[in-house]
């Protein structure tokens, strides 16, 4: 299973999975552009900052999400070389979990579609109108939880590519001290 962190504070143009600034995908991104790369643009946060300003993070974005591709198939050859059965599960959400999950799939072993917003409620609780106690399994909760799981493997069968929803349920929920 590949379980996307999320450590990047900038995740405007990606909810979910964070772009990287690092030096090689940046420097060749302003290449593919035909852009000289400023030397006052060093720090990751100051490409993103870059980027944003010009009106190029999406396309950045798109441009990382191709070179994802590409060495997500690579993977998915060298462990079709080893167990073509071998299934490959992606769990997180946003742009990057779908490009990964197509390069990591095939006829014979789809990839495990694993949304993180079907396995936790957290996000859902009461800080907004509708919100519920994330700690407390009820009926609120688990439509809510029902829905996601439906919207997620209708989102799978639509995918041009070979996969599986593996949705859960927040399994978490201690519920009430009583233990009801």
Do not use: C
């Not at 994802?68 to 769990?91: C, H, M, S, T, W």
Request: proline fraction near 6%; hydrophobic fraction near 35%; charged fraction near 25%.
């Amino acid at each position: 299973m590949l379980d996307f962190e999320l450590y990047d504070e900038n995740k405007g143009e990606v909810p979910g999975f964070s772009a990287s600034y690092d030096e090689e995908t940046f420097t060749n991104f302003l290449g593919f552009k035909g852009l000289d790369r400023p030397d006052s643009v060093s720090a990751p946060g100051d490409r993103h900052a870059f980027l944003k300003k010009r009106e190029l993070a999406t396309e950045y974005v798109q441009y990382s999400a191709s070179l994802l591709l590409e060495e997500a198939r690579k993977v998915r050859k060298r462990i079709d070389a080893v167990n073509p059965g071998f299934q490959v599960g992606v769990y997180g959400w946003g742009v990057f979990q779908v490009t990964a999950l197509k390069g990591l799939s095939s006829l014979q072993s789809p990839s495990l579609f694993m949304d993180a917003e079907t396995y936790g409620r957290t996000s859902y609780d009461g800080k907004f109108p509708g919100g519920y106690d994330p700690d407390e399994p009820d009926r609120r909760g688990l439509r809510h939880n029902l829905i996601g799981n439906y919207l997620r493997a209708k989102a799978a069968r639509e995918m041009d590519f070979p996969v599986i929803s593996l949705s859960g349920h927040y399994p978490q929920a201690s519920g009430p001290a009583d233990g009801a």
